[in-house]
């Protein structure tokens, strides 16, 4: 089973900017669908971002302009580069990566790592 392993969670205020990385052993990240989705307590998970294997980007209203999505193929890491955050940014960020394999869809997630936006 294909575990993503996400990193760069934490603490910071309003206005700064946190960059988060997603690693995904045992699959190419450059043939997946990639992103990163976020969740609060109550709510559904929502998506922040997400990279097509060509190369597109979709990003949520919330954070466009904000955020930049990026694949690095050489190390095989997905990236999210937050800026100018916002209290209702907090919220834990999943790494998510899929792709359609002939008759099935494999979808694989990361635990979860936990931004919060606070002074």
């Known amino acids: 089973q294909v575990q993503l392993v996400e990193f760069g969670g934490g603490l910071v205020q309003p206005g700064g900017s946190l960059r988060l990385s997603c690693l995904a052993p045992g699959i190419v990240f450059s043939t997946y669908t990639t992103g990163w989705y976020r969740q609060v307590p109550g709510k559904q998970r929502e998506l922040v971002a997400d990279?097509?294997?060509?190369?597109?980007?979709t990003y949520s209203d919330s954070v466009k302009g904000r955020c930049t999505i990026s694949r690095d193929s050489a190390k095989n890491t997905i990236d999210l580069q937050m800026n100018s955050l916002k209290p209702e940014d907090t919220a834990t960020y999943y790494c998510?990566?899929?792709?359609?394999?002939?008759?099935?869809?494999?979808?694989?997630w990361g635990p979860g790592t936990q931004v919060t936006v606070s002074s």
């Open positions: 990279i097509a294997p060509g190369g597109t980007t």
């Open positions: 998510n990566a899929w792709r359609h394999d002939f008759a099935e869809t494999n979808d694989y």
